[in-house]
Nanobody, 120 residues
Framework: QVQLVEAGGGLVQPGESLILLCTAS????????MGWYRQTPGKKREQVAM???????NILDSVKGRFLIARDTFRNSVELIMNILKPDDTAVYYCYARIEYMKNDFRDYWGQGTQVTVSS
């Protein structure tokens, strides 16, 4: 069974940094996309940063220049490195992965979510 295990998150002050880590565990063929979404109450879940199958990283405009995504293909993991955090970044952050479970059998997986709160 495939699982996405998240680590990181918490309470920080504006201007500080946090790192979120997500690791895919289980048996599968490959990962075709992996990254992070976030959601606040009453709003749709939005994509923050994503490594796609073409090897390029897509970053949400509002976090460009502050957030980075780093992928470790050996460990099947991604890190979301968040710098100069703002109160507007407060949300539950979810890890997402599109996994090729078996050849040509693609499935979407989500982590359990981790709270990030930016407040003074």
């Amino acid at each position: 069974q495939v699982q996405l295990v998240e680590a990181g998150g918490g309470l920080v002050q504006p201007g500080e940094s946090l790192i979120l880590l997500c690791t895919a565990s289980g048996t599968f063929d490959s990962i075709s996309a992996m990254g992070w979404y976030r959601q606040t109450p009453g709003k749709k879940r939005e994509q923050v940063a994503m490594w796609a199958g073409d090897g390029k990283a897509n970053i949400l405009d509002s976090v460009k220049g502050r957030f980075l995504i780093a992928r470790d293909t050996f460990r099947n993991s991604v890190e979301l490195i968040m710098n100069i955090l703002k109160p507007d970044d407060t949300a539950v952050y979810y890890c997402y992965a599109r996994i090729e479970y078996m050849k040509n059998d693609f499935r979407d997986y989500w982590g359990q979510g981790t709270q990030v709160t930016v407040s003074s």
